[in-house]
């Protein structure tokens, strides 16, 4: 049961944030909401139950995917904490109360503290569903009114850019705060050399209601919106029943049949593929040099490699549309490219890449790379016949989140993509607003497809990394 939990949660953290939100809306849209529609029909109401397009429908929308990433980020803080403590305090004649407050809670604080400062922040530049759930009604956020200023006419950039730098002042203390609360994490280390045994607690009959917990909410948070999203697909206009026909199947040779789907597709998958490849290749070499060199600076690489999960994803995108309304122009990144976006991505997944490749280096013994020098292979040799062979495994696991990352994101296209470089996020979210909501659910379905598909991809090469390790 413990691996099924921990299969579904992942399940939830990987699925795209995109398709749930118009699940959600096609279930609880105040008029045309599905489950508004059933339950005013069912009990002659006058007044829609639920409305999604309101602050409760946004903080419910936005907490349901941060729910699984703040449990995945504090599993392992939960996994290495050392039995033995809690034990003792239980011989010391402590109940399980007692032993949850003095000693588990404070060996956790650096843990909680840093994940909650994590949530705060990724709340804070969270762009879809306010775009999506908010915006429409004037309910707005430091993201969605950047977006708005620049989507005004003329577009308001100084306004825009105020924003901006508003909002970096405020979020980037926070970030160093937690680097620092990092760095002097060892105060709370609990693995050491004298012993360490991490053992699970039972926890009796709460078992069940945990278990029954994980399992209602991965329903609410994946299986009824994607539920929805299948019954859009063969709704001739969600939400609307009273007329003569109102399912149909040809939402999927309409939506197919447009050059747009196959374009978008396409373009998706081009640049999920070269942000991934270009970015661990770079991602590769920082970290190398980070966590294997004695280069002086490798302080300052690692806090500018920090740097952007600091940046919201509109906000970095503005700054690089900044670059180009300002007069920079580079031949291999024009405005409105793949290139571009390429670029964009390269930069938004850094802080990911180069953690992952540190968590692998740092497993691999110095002694494979010594042996290699004293046999006269220099470094690029050693680092591409060595470093990098016995990395692949970490390599594949990040390439492919990062490639799963690139395909689905919103916030990082939707200020620089031009005609040519429109991917399926953008697309469905114009299909969405032009009222083709059937054809924009089957749009959906096939990034939640591409996702499960790149997420499998995933697992199979973490399940190679461990049996390489």
């Not at 809306?25 to 109401?45: D, E, I």
């Not at 039995?83 to 650096?110: F, N, Q």
């Not at 924009?440 to 996702?451: D, E, H, P, R």
Request: zero cysteines; glycine letters at 8%; a positive charge.
């Amino acid at each position: 049961k413990k691996g099924l939990l921990e299969a579904l949660i992942w399940g939830a953290f990987f699925m795209p944030s995109l398709p749930l939100i118009m699940g959600w809306m096609t279930l609880a849209l105040p008029k045309s909401g599905l489950l508004n529609v059933w339950l005013m029909q069912a009990f002659n109401l006058d007044t829609p139950v639920f409305n999604i397009q309101s602050y409760g429908g946004i903080i419910f929308v936005s907490v349901l995917p941060w729910a699984a990433v703040l449990f995945l980020l504090l599993t392992p803080a939960f996994k290495g904490m050392d039995a033995s403590l809690e034990e003792a305090a239980r011989l010391a004649g402590a109940g399980k109360l007692a032993t949850l407050k003095g000693i588990t809670l404070p060996l956790l604080a650096p843990a909680i503290l840093g994940v909650t400062m994590l949530g705060f922040l990724r709340m804070m530049e969270s762009f879809e569903v306010e775009l999506l759930l908010g915006y429409p009604v004037r309910i707005y956020v430091f993201t969605t009114r950047v977006y708005d200023r620049l989507s005004a006419i003329p577009s308001d950039y100084g306004m825009a850019m105020s924003l901006s730098t508003v909002f970096l002042l405020l979020v980037i203390p926070l970030m160093l705060y937690q680097w620092k609360l990092l760095a002097h994490g060892e105060r709370y280390s609990t693995i050491t050399g004298r012993g360490f045994a991490a053992r699970p607690t039972d926890i009796g009959r709460w078992k069940y209601v945990t278990f029954g917990a994980v399992l209602a909410y991965f329903a609410v948070a994946v299986v009824i919106p994607v539920a929805s999203l299948v019954l859009a697909t063969f709704m001739q206009v969600p939400g609307l029943f009273n007329i003569e026909h109102p399912y149909t199947t040809a939402n999927y040779p309409l939506t197919f049949a447009d050059p747009l789907v196959l374009n978008s597709i396409v373009n998706a998958f081009v640049l999920g593929i070269g942000a991934a490849t270009l970015g661990m290749f770079f991602y590769s070499l920082i970290s190398y040099m980070v966590v294997r060199s004695s280069f002086a600076g490798r302080g300052v690489l690692e806090f500018f490699s920090w740097l952007p999960y600091a940046v919201p994803a509109i906000i970095l995108s503005l700054g690089f549309l900044w670059a180009f309304v300002g007069g920079v122009r580079l031949p291999f990144a024009p405005y409105g490219s793949l290139q571009l976006l390429v670029l964009v991505f390269v930069v938004r997944g850094m802080p990911l890449g180069v953690r992952v490749m540190n968590g692998g280096i740092i497993q691999m013994g110095k002694e494979l790379e010594e042996s290699s020098r004293v046999h006269g292979g220099s470094w690029i040799s050693t680092f591409r016949r060595i470093v990098m062979p016995l990395m692949r495994p970490a390599f594949l696991s990040a390439w492919i989140i990062l490639f799963a990352i690139a395909i689905r994101d919103l916030a990082s296209v939707i200020l620089l993509y031009g005609p040519r470089s429109r991917v399926i996020s953008v697309l469905m979210l114009e299909y969405w607003n032009t009222w083709l909501t059937g054809r924009a659910s089957v749009l959906a379905l096939v990034m939640v497809g591409m996702t499960i598909v790149a997420v499998a991809l995933a697992t199979a090469a973490g399940m190679r990394r461990a049996a390489v390790t």
